[in-house]
């Protein structure tokens, strides 16, 4: 039990550190490719027993879904830059509506970047409109699994701010542990779905 658990830390250690080196190697322009690849790897630490190649996992997802995971974010910084701006600007002038807005906008931002990269991870499918509907369908319905998730991010954020920058080293693997962790239960019928349609498809 206790090698087990080890490794599952080894494990999430070390897909930290993938993440760090291959974010940074690409000036974050690759972060949507890196945190795609780093839950594909979560998803399987936490789903099996079986010893989990880490290296063979993160680079197969990250290769996968390069393109579709940069440009959505992509996407995700460009909507995220005027609403940041309309927040600074409508709080300097006191104008309470536009903050309201400012701050609903941001939450659709942090919500879907939160869901759409372990979906895009666990996912195949080749229509990437129904993927985008539905992750934006599940993170707007599952209000106590969005607070789960992103308590999981504020924790992580409190981590390297607030306590010790070293923490960078572990803090990402943890909230990517977490996250997939909470949302394995939600997923689980959708996978059960899914997999359905891929039989039905083989049969057909």
Do not use: C
């Amino acid at each position: 039990m206790l090698k087990d658990f080890y490794k599952k830390a080894m494990d999430v250690v070390f897909v930290n550190f993938l993440w760090i080196i291959t974010s940074l190697l690409g000036v974050f322009l690759t972060l949507g490719a890196a945190t795609s690849a780093m839950f594909s790897v979560m998803f399987k630490i936490i789903n099996t027993n079986e010893p989990t190649s880490v290296w063979r996992e993160y680079w197969k997802s990250f290769k996968d879904n390069f393109v579709f995971s940069t440009l959505v974010w992509l996407i995700l910084v460009i909507l995220a830059i005027p609403i940041y701006f309309m927040y600074i600007y409508s709080l300097s002038k006191g104008l309470d509506l536009l903050v309201i807005l400012a701050l609903v906008g941001a939450y659709q931002i942090i919500i879907f970047f939160i869901y759409f990269f372990p979906t895009l991870a666990l996912f195949k499918t080749e229509s990437k409109g129904q993927m985008l509907k539905n992750v934006l369908i599940m993170a707007n319905k599952n209000l106590w699994t969005n607070f789960k998730v992103l308590g999981s991010l504020v924790f992580v954020i409190i981590l390297v701010l607030y306590v010790h920058i070293s923490f960078l080293v572990i803090a990402v693997g943890i909230y990517g542990f977490l996250v997939a962790f909470h949302l394995t239960k939600l997923f689980r019928p959708y996978l059960a779905q899914f997999e359905k349609s891929i039989e039905e498809e083989e049969i057909l």
